[in-house]
């Protein structure tokens, strides 16, 4: 009987320096997540002067320098990190800890496992809107660059205000679509880039496919109402890859109002001149007379 109850105090010692063990390896992990996420925010906030200062500051260790964020969304995207990782260690220890209370309980194990999954996921959908929202200015630009048209809709549905609309068309122009910009112009947007940095505006037209541009016009868009977009043909005949693009190209942007003898500075070939350098004829029968 001694012996017996030797080995059962034995037993429970063992599990209960077990328990300690794991307690602490825990606890050394979460406060390790917790001063990694610290410094991160910490970083981040010395970001913020060396942003709005322009510092300019660096951190130096063992002879290595490492620069401090210097542009906001470098700010934002730290801070938003640090955040992150503190909020995983403390929602990651209360699991534990719920798990571990419900020892023998195997449906609330599950049930608890199944919930802080859930919660994950939710969280992980969260910080995907704010990531593509800080990146792209709206989830309307980013589903204007080859997302789902129908998710462009539901958008739109909510009547977007005109920033929205003039990072949405931005977008739509980069990644050339043109059914997302059909459905932009068809909800009141326009390409004079109103809302966008003087230094950002520029006609969404310029070197833009030619059901891109035919989309554009058909739906009004004039010279007058596209910024710096006076030298649109020159573009559509400098940069085409085959005669039969650069006419077409030429074609609907002259029917639309754009000259064909403007060009840029650093280049005063006509369009109709490098056309004849590059021995496109349907292009040079587009352009007529001009240039």
Same mark, same amino acid.
């Given at each position: 009987?001694?012996?017996?109850?030797?080995?059962?105090?034995?037993?429970?010692?063992?599990? /209960?320096? %077990?328990?300690?063990?794991?307690?602490?390896?825990?606890?050394?992990?979460?406060?390790?997540?917790?001063?990694?996420?610290? !410094?991160?925010?910490?970083?981040?906030?010395?970001?913020?002067?060396?942003?709005?200062?322009?510092?300019?500051?660096?951190?130096?260790?063992?002879?290595?320098?490492?620069?401090?964020?210097?542009?906001?969304?470098?700010?934002?995207?730290? %801070? !938003?990190?640090?955040?992150?990782?503190?909020?995983?260690?403390?929602?990651?220890?209360?699991?534990?800890?719920?798990?571990?209370?419900?020892?023998?309980?195997?449906? @609330?194990?599950?049930?608890?496992?199944?919930?802080?999954?859930?919660?994950?996921?939710?969280?992980?959908?969260?910080?995907?809107?704010?990531? @593509?929202?800080?990146?792209?200015?709206?989830?309307?630009? #980013? #589903?204007?660059?080859?997302?789902?048209?129908?998710?462009?809709?539901?958008?739109?549905?909510?009547?977007?205000?005109?920033?929205? @609309?003039?990072?949405?068309?931005?977008?739509?122009?980069?990644?050339?679509?043109?059914?997302?910009?059909?459905?932009?112009?068809?909800?009141?947007?326009?390409?004079?880039?109103?809302?966008?940095?003087?230094?950002? /505006?520029?006609?969404?037209?310029?070197?833009?496919? #030619?059901?891109?541009? +035919?989309?554009?016009?058909?739906?009004?868009?004039?010279?007058?109402?596209?910024?710096?977009?006076?030298?649109?043909?020159?573009?559509?005949? +400098?940069?085409? +890859?085959?005669?039969?693009?650069?006419?077409?190209?030429?074609? @609907?942007?002259?029917?639309?109002?754009?000259?064909?003898?403007?060009?840029?500075?650093?280049?005063?070939?006509?369009?109709? +001149?490098?056309?004849?350098?590059?021995?496109?004829?349907?292009?040079?029968?587009?352009?007529?007379?001009?240039?």
């Amino acid at each position: 009987m001694s012996a017996f109850c030797d080995k059962f105090r034995s037993t429970n010692e063992e599990r /209960r320096m %077990a328990e300690s063990k794991t307690s602490s390896d825990v606890g050394i992990v979460g406060l390790l997540g917790i001063l990694i996420g610290g !410094a991160c925010v910490l970083v981040a906030l010395v970001g913020v002067l060396n942003t709005a200062f322009d510092l300019n500051l660096a951190l130096s260790v063992s002879g290595t320098s490492t620069p401090l964020p210097k542009h906001w969304d470098e700010v934002f995207g730290v %801070a !938003a990190a640090g955040v992150l990782i503190m909020a995983l260690t403390v929602f990651g220890g209360f699991v534990r800890r719920k798990f571990t209370e419900a020892k023998g309980k195997p449906l @609330l194990r599950v049930g608890i496992l199944l919930g802080a999954f859930a919660l994950l996921v939710m969280a992980g959908r969260g910080l995907q809107i704010v990531a @593509l929202t800080m990146t792209y200015g709206s989830m309307l630009a #980013y #589903y204007s660059t080859d997302g789902d048209l129908d998710d462009v809709k539901a958008e739109l549905a909510g009547k977007p205000d005109r920033a929205a @609309l003039d990072q949405a068309v931005d977008r739509a122009a980069q990644y050339n679509n043109a059914p997302a910009l059909a459905l932009l112009l068809e909800a009141g947007a326009d390409m004079r880039g109103s809302t966008l940095p003087e230094a950002q /505006r520029r006609c969404a037209l310029v070197g833009k496919s #030619y059901e891109f541009i +035919k989309t554009a016009i058909d739906h009004g868009i004039k010279p007058d109402a596209c910024p710096r977009g006076e030298i649109a043909v020159w573009e559509a005949v +400098k940069f085409a +890859k085959s005669d039969d693009e650069a006419a077409k190209n030429v074609t @609907l942007l002259l029917g639309g109002g754009w000259s064909a003898s403007a060009t840029p500075d650093y280049d005063k070939r006509s369009p109709k +001149k490098i056309a004849a350098e590059k021995k496109w004829s349907k292009t040079l029968q587009a352009l007529g007379d001009a240039g």
